[in-house]
């Protein structure tokens, strides 16, 4: 489904990025900041393959990661066991409230093995996932992943997001030659068409500048840095609407849901051991305000009737608790606008 699909990143991140790195020579939040690892390692080996330009020859950074979402701090990982040096600036280091990006498909588990981070999601109450069931109609039909042929841990993971990315920061910090900091990019410094690092404001409010012989651009699907990148023709279909469902089971155990209703699906996952999230796909960039109530009533006269009998109790529930969350739906197709020494990864 490709409401649920975790960015394809990981599949680059071990090949195509490492080499390209060789040849080349970017909602409310919770408190608790990250355990960041931001000594830096002047000893670390750098491959012989790597060559500075004369105007970064004093840089002591081998890439710059502007984000450390999923994509920016997987990258900064793989890299940093590669002897590369990594620079990676987040805006906000504490843990994201996000309602998507929340399940994570078979093949996105076995690139986590790959990259040797698979531990990100056994510590975080994921939950495994084999499969989907479809409604339409009142009738139901159970889809499993095809996971015959793999190891019984093979399977999807569901999970709060926010917890796989501080995770995965602290995965990524671990390593002596990875520098996270919290910061602001406020600019791509570009000469004569090649990028050539950033300027970017620290947690104090300081201005710096910092520069490497690649910027790779990880900060997410409203980056402040993608139409430099990439001419993208963003469009907005529709919002998805977030509640948690709590004290309840879903009706096929460790399977994503997906409701065929009127006008767009429904979807149903576990994050946690004790908590169900739903997903209302709402057509138009206009939709109920939950400010005044009347996203409620939407959801309880429109979606309600059409929630599955075991689940119905839960959904209204959570209606009535007013945890409503909202996020729009974003189609933006692949338009890069390739750039010396930079990169765009990720939504």
């Known amino acids: 489904m490709v409401y649920l699909l975790m960015p394809m990143f990981v599949a680059l991140i071990a090949s195509t990025l490492g080499v390209l790195f060789l040849q080349c020579s970017g909602g409310k939040k919770k408190s608790g900041d990250v355990s960041m690892k931001i000594q830096r390692n002047e000893c670390s080996k750098r491959s012989e393959n790597v ?8 840089s002591t950074t081998d890439i710059i990661i502007v984000g450390a979402g999923v994509a920016g701090s997987a990258l900064a990982y793989t890299l940093a066991k590669d002897g590369r040096r990594v620079h990676v600036i987040e805006r906000d280091l504490t843990e994201p409230d996000r309602i998507v990006g929340e399940l994570l498909q078979p093949g996105g588990y076995l690139k986590l093995i790959e990259l040797g981070l698979e531990g990100c999601v056994n510590t975080i109450d994921a939950q495994q996932v084999f499969g989907y069931a479809l409604y339409k109609d009142g009738k139901s039909n159970k889809v499993s992943y095809p996971l015959e042929n793999f190891n019984s841990d093979v399977a999807g993971r569901s999970f709060h997001n926010g917890r796989l ?32 690092g950033v300027t970017y404001k620290t947690k104090i409010g300081q201005e710096l500048t910092t520069y490497a012989p690649l910027t790779a651009v990880c900060d997410g699907c409203c980056s402040n840095f993608r139409r430099s990148l990439s001419k993208p023709n963003v469009e907005i279909p529709s919002c998805f609407v977030g509640l948690i469902l709590e004290n309840c089971e879903l009706p096929y155990k460790n399977h994503g849901h997906v409701i065929l209703a009127d006008p767009l699906p429904i979807l149903f996952y576990p994050i946690s051991s004790t908590e169900i999230r739903c997903l209302v796909d709402v057509p138009g960039q206009k939709i109920p305000s939950v400010k005044n109530g009347e996203m409620t009533d939407y959801l309880k006269t429109m979606v309600a009737p059409q929630i599955p009998r075991e689940l119905f109790s839960a959904f209204m529930s959570a209606i009535d608790k007013g945890n409503i969350r909202t996020m729009t739906n974003r189609s933006m197709p692949a338009a890069p606008s390739p750039t010396p020494d930079a990169l765009l990864l990720g939504h």
């Open 165 to 196: 990315i501080q995770r995965m920061r602290e995965k990524a910090a671990s390593q002596s030659n990875v520098r996270l900091e919290q910061g602001s990019v406020t600019s791509l410094i570009e000469e004569k068409g090649i990028i050539k």
């Open 51 to 58: 060559t500075l330009p004369a105007e970064v020859a004093g």
